[in-house]
Structure formats: structure tokens, C-alpha cells
């Protein structure tokens, strides 16, 4: 018993790393208009890992469905622009991004979290 | 897809619409576009910038401006406040059941789970809390799902694994005893149940508390009117604010606010700007004067035209710049972000190693005090007050300096604004007012003081240089007609030469003088006495022959000797620039107690001297007119633009100070100074409570003191943790400007 529950512990520490730090969620595409609509709701901003192509510029639309105050602004890391997210309202961002990697967007709190994958979309 | 409208002006015919209709249709993403030539306004329809339509109407030959709807915050409100209720709702009804269970069971009321009939009683308690983890917790169950399926974790994951594993824990034990010994035989519902309210009831704390933080915000919002008294067809009509176009007339009555940005066409007026620029006297205005919206005409009534609308005024630039700096993140918030973004899943295996710990190391009941320990290290845990130390700072700081009509540009800047060792002021226009009057003429050989006026005005009369606005007002004062000349040059740093009534004549510096062998010996020590006394002597040299000095002073603000003696408490070294005399610059320097003066300091070369501090190792904040100290403005560590009025459009500087006055410098360093401290206090309590808390909560004090700790203290903790956060960061609201310790 005392080993079972000792295996299961460590295994759920192995899952934990896995799941939220090697193993990344799919990573969504945008439309040809180049643009995504980003629910933010839950704690989660759905989808949270988008695909966006290289050296365009893309638009963000965010609908802000939680009307709790963590979730009223979005920040983007290393890009140093942020978004005011009305309830209810579509908010838009237009990005470009002319070097290829991950970009994290999250809310002020880092609870809501996302990222922007910047790659080229042949 | 979104429908905007614009407020066109130029069309003065119906056949514009045409052109004004191409222009917006040429613009990528409008679908549909229609001009009312009634009313110069186009509906436009798509997914377009704004920007974009603008720059397209414009260079068609027209012009545009948005029309923006009124901000709403009274709906903003109403939807945090149906939320806060909403909260408070949750965490009442979770209260509910959680408060008397906890009593009873304190009290020895509940039966005993050894007994079938225990067991019943305790099933439907579970079954009690379960409707209150429905109801009232619901949204940390969905938002922890959610956050895992997208391979994220967040608050709401510690919340709902802790209460649900108090929840799970104790049902298991109601409908099977047996599976842990007697003695560990506890139910935990009343902690769920606890737990929950206490979250809820924290969250609607912290609404509340930053409600506070965003009130500067709101109070410029505010100041926007709702309406204009619009003169159309001859009449007087009250138009709603987002209805007025460019280029129209309106009116404004004493006591009310200018609704928009404009040009007075006729009438005159005080106004009072202090909201916009914290300049407590209110301004004159007079015909061809500007006004700002959002400030109050204090007397007379006047008519004006109106030149910025929607967005582009300058109220709604100040917004824009304000909300754009609060939302921006300074160096000092990085590693709290950082630790934000992987502390979930550190706490996760923290808490699966706490558990471990417990399950072999305990000696008695090692189940429940594993499972105990676990859950309190769960709930206690506050990613929150980390993630929220720095921004929310940042919000009140930046909106409190706003109220003094400093405009702080990012939080980098009002983080570096705190540092600064030396602080270096262009003498004309910040030190002084910039307005330069004649205060002596002295006459060589046969000249008289007339002619030499006449001269010197003469010369100077196409020039918008202030000394030179000086001397031309002194001849015009004296009612002296000018003659016209020739050959007319500029020597940049020197002076000006040209040619009148068949005289050369040279105005300048003694550089000037040296430079066209003129002899001026018999004049240094005229020249000498008057800078002494801060007077800027100009030689006039007539046919190669020095004719006077003529001395133009520029007043010292009544505000800036107090700016500066300030500056010297806060420990910051005072440096002026200069393009005057040595000896002029010293008497300025001397009666001003500057610490250090550079004289003869060419335009171009004011960023060189910014570099020279900053090798000496200063941290070096530079003030400056924002147009011609641009280079030295970006060099700088932290570039102050003194604006007039709400001339907010400064793209040089860090920071705007809408009140041309050196005491917006104090104040913008003082409250960088408050903000930061503030934030540290924040990110200290932050780290500090998380780590002290995770091992008291895991049970590091039970071996050296047998104290573990009760998983609703540590609910009531984490619950507190991130409202002491905001409330910490509103004690910036009392932050005291320098002016008005005046």
C-alpha cells in the first residue's frame, strides 16, 4: 500500500511537469482575413495557443466574458502592448511579428495565459 | 465586422461626396461606406483602421475624425457592481452552511462517524456542500478544467484540487469509515464550504479596493461633457457630445465646460485648465486663442470653433496615454512574473511532496495529515498577490500623477524617474518664463539709444528667436519705425548680421564680435556688470565700429527656486544649460543656487553635455521644451518635456508636464519614488507570504512546535493576501503634490 501510494505520487509529479511544462496545447490557425476571435472566460483564454503568421500583421479580437477585474486586460510580453478588455465588447489588437518564436500574452494577475506562435505560414 | 462613424470636413459640395466615398472605400477592410453631406458625416462598415480611413479621407483632399461614442463607465460600474453582489451572493450562501457546521463540530454537536447513523447525518452534510461548491464555487471548478485542458494552471486549480480534495476526502471516509483508522476518521466539508466563502469574499474585497486604484482614470473620463450648445442654421441647439463635427461653431457660457479642442472666433474669457495641466490660476483667453475640452469657462461667454474631436482631442489623448502607461510593466515587476507564470505547478508538486512527507514520516494518522497538509498547501498558496504587486501599483502611481498634470509615458520611466542623481534644466523657457524683456541699452561714440533700438529691432524683426521678440517689442514700445533689411544672415550660437540704410550691422555675442575683429574692449565691463546682475548682453557693431549693448532679461518663474531647492532634498544635483554669456549664466546659477552651469552652449550641443554627466556616472533626467531639446531629451535618462497647456503630442519625452512649471519634475520623481517603494512593499509581502506560508501550511512547525496549520486559516490568508496587495497600492492615492505644499 505504502509503496502504491509512493509510485502514484511520483508519478503524478512526472504528470505534473509533463502536462503544464514540456507538453504544449495544439496551437490553433487563423483564417485567411488573418484574423481570431479569443474568448476570455473561465480563466482561460480559448483558444490559448495561436498560430500567426510571420512579418503580417494580424488582428487579436478578444471577448471578454469574465467580469472579473483580473481578466480586463491582456499584456504582451516582449512586445510591450497591452489591451483594455471591455465586458461583453469585441477588443481588437493588430500585431506584427517579424521574428519567428513564441510570444506569451497573459492577464496582470498570469492566471489567464496564452501565447502567440510566430512561424512561417506557406 | 464594426460600424463607425466620422465627422468629414471639407466638402463644400454635393459632388464631394463622390471623392470622399472613394477615399473610404480605397481603405482595406470596408465593406460599405455612406457620406451625409448634410451633416459631414460618414457611416462606415468592416473591419478597418481608423487610422487608415483618416490618412486615406486626407490625402484625398478632405478631412476626418472620428466620431466616438461617449465612454460608458456608469455600464462599466453597473457590471462590477452586479458582479461584486454576485460575489458576495457566493460567498454568503457558502457561509451559510460552512459557519454553523464549523460551530457544531467545534462544539462536539455532530454525531460521530464510527456510527451508521453518523454516517447518514454526515451524508447529507456532504451533500449540502456539494450544493455549495456548486453554486458558489462553480467557476473555480470550470475555470481549473478549462486551465488543464489547455495544459495551464492557475488560481483556480489550487482552489478547487484543495476544496475538492477536502470534499472527496471526506465522503469517502462517510460511506466507508474503515478504509482510514479510527481516529483519523474526520469529515472536512465545513472546510470547502469555508474556504469557499472565504475566496469569494476576499475576491469581492479586492473588486472593491481596486475600484479606488482606477479613479484618476475615471475623473479625466469624467471631465468630458456630454453635450455642446452647437450653432447650426443660425441657432443655438444642445448636441450630443459624439454628434459634433470639425469646424463647427460653439457656444459656452460662464461656468460651463468647453465640450471640445477649438479655436475662440469670438468673445473672451478666463479659464480654469487646473483639471487638465494642475496649473491652479486660471488662464485668459481672447479671440484666436485655443481652448481645451473637459476645462471650465470661468467668466465670460464665448463662441469657438471646434478643430479636435472624438479621439483626437486632447482630454482623450491624455486618457489614452495614461491608460497606455498603466498598462505597461517596469524592470522591477519581471521576476515576479516570471515566478508567476510556472507558481501553480511548483505548488502542485510541492503539495505532492508535502503529502509523501506526511503519509511516511507520520507516526499516527498519516492519511489525514497528509491530506490535511496538502489541501492547506494548496489553498494557501497566492499567485495573485505576485502577479498583482507591480501593475496595480503602477495604475495608481501613474494615475496620481496625472491628476498634477504629469504625464508619465511608461512604467519604465516612472520606475527610472526615481533613480535620477542629477537633473539638468535648459534655462530659457524652464528655468525662466521664457518671455524676455529689454532692461538696459548702452550707447558708444555718437550712437543714440533710438537708433541702436531701431537697429537691433530692424535686423530682428523676421526672427521668432525670444530675445529678439524682446528687442522688436522695445522699439515697438517706443512707437520707433523699423527700417527693412538686407543680406540678412544667421550665425547659429553667435548672432545676425545684414545690412540697413547702407550700414552693416552686426547683433551677437562677443564671439560675434571677435569673430568680425570689432573692437569691444571698452564694453566687456559694461557687459561684465549687467551679466552679473543675470542680463544677456547683445554688442551692436555698426560699420565694423561697436555702437552699444543692448540687455534683454528673461524672468525667473516665481516657482522655480522652490523646484530646485527640492530637487536638492531629494539629493539630486541641479545642472543648467544655457546658451548665454559665462558671467550671465553664473549670476542666474548663483542667485538660483545651481549646482553646476554649462554657458555658451550651442542647441546641438546640449545632448553632449547630457552623455558628459551620464560618463560621470549620473543617472541623468533632462528638462526641456520637448522641440529643441529633442536629441538631449531622448539622450537623457528620463526626458521631461515641459508643455504649454495640453500640448500632450511630446513623442521625445518620458515624461509631459502639462504645467510649465519645474515643480512637475519634483513631483514626477517623488511620485516614481513612492510608486516604487510601494511596489517593493508588494512584491516583498508577496514573496515573503508565499514563502513563509507554503511550509508553515505543509507543516514545517509541527515537529518544533506541534502546530499545523487549519486549512481555513489558510483559506482566510489567501483570501486576504492579494486585497492587503490593492489596498497597499491605494495608499498612493494620498500621495501629495509639491505645489500644493506650497
Known sequence: MTLAVNLLAVVLIVAIIWWFWLSTATARSMGSNRLIEIQVENGVYSPARIEVPLKQPFTLRFIRKDASPCAEKVFFEGLDKSLLLPLEEPAEIELSLSTAGEYAFSCEMKMYQGSLLAKEII | MTVRHFSIGGMSCAGCVAGVEKALKSVDGVVASAVNFAEHTAEVEGSFSSAALIKAVVDAGYEAALLQSEEDTAEKEAAEFQYYRSLLKKAFVAALIGVPLFIFGMSGMLPDLNNAQGQIVWFFIGFATAFVIWFSGAHFYTGAWKAFKNHNANMDTLIALGTGTAWIFSMVITINPELVPSLARHAYFEA??????????????????????????????????????????GKEIDVVINQVGLNETVRVRPGEKVPLDGVIIDGHSLVDESMLTGEPLAVEKNTGDGVIGGTINKSGSFLFQTKRIGNETALAQIIALVRKAQNSKPAIGKLADKISAVFV??????????????????????????????????????????GLATPISIMVGVGKAAEFGVLIRNGEALQTAGKLNAVVLDKTGTITKGQPSVTSVITYGEWQEKAILMLAASIEKGSEHPLAEAIVSAATAQNIALADSQNFQAVAGHGVLADIDAHHVLLGNAALMKKNNIAFEQAQTDARRLAEQAQTPMYLAVD??????????????EDSVQAINALHKLGIKVVMLTGDNKHTAEAVAKQLSIDEYFAEVLPEDKEQKVALLQAQGKVVGMVGDGINDAPALARADVGFAIGTGTDVAIESADVTLMRGSLLGVVDAIAISKATVRNIKQNLFGAFVYNSLGIPIAAGILFPLMGILLNPMIAGAAMAMSSVTVVSNANRLRWFRSSGAEK
Open chain 2, 544 to 557: 565694423k565700429q561697436l555702437a552699444g549693448i543692448i540687455a534683454v532679461a528673461d524672468p525667473i518663474k
Open chain 2, 345 to 386: 505547478p511548483i505548488v502542485l508538486i510541492i503539495a505532492v511532496i508535502t503529502f509523501l512527507l506526511w503519509f511516511n514520516l507520520a507516526e499516527e494518522m498519516p492519511v489525514s495529515y497528509a491530506l490535511v497538509t496538502m489541501m492547506t498547501v494548496l489553498i494557501i498558496a497566492c499567485p495573485c498577490a505576485l
Open chain 2, 192 to 233: 470547502a464550504a469555508i474556504i469557499i466563502a472565504l475566496i469569494n469574499f476576499g475576491s469581492a474585497l479586492e473588486m472593491r479596493a481596486r475600484g479606488k486604484t482606477s479613479e484618476a482614470i475615471k475623473r479625466l473620463i469624467g471631465l468630458q461633457p456630454k453635450t455642446a450648445r452647437v450653432v447650426r442654421n
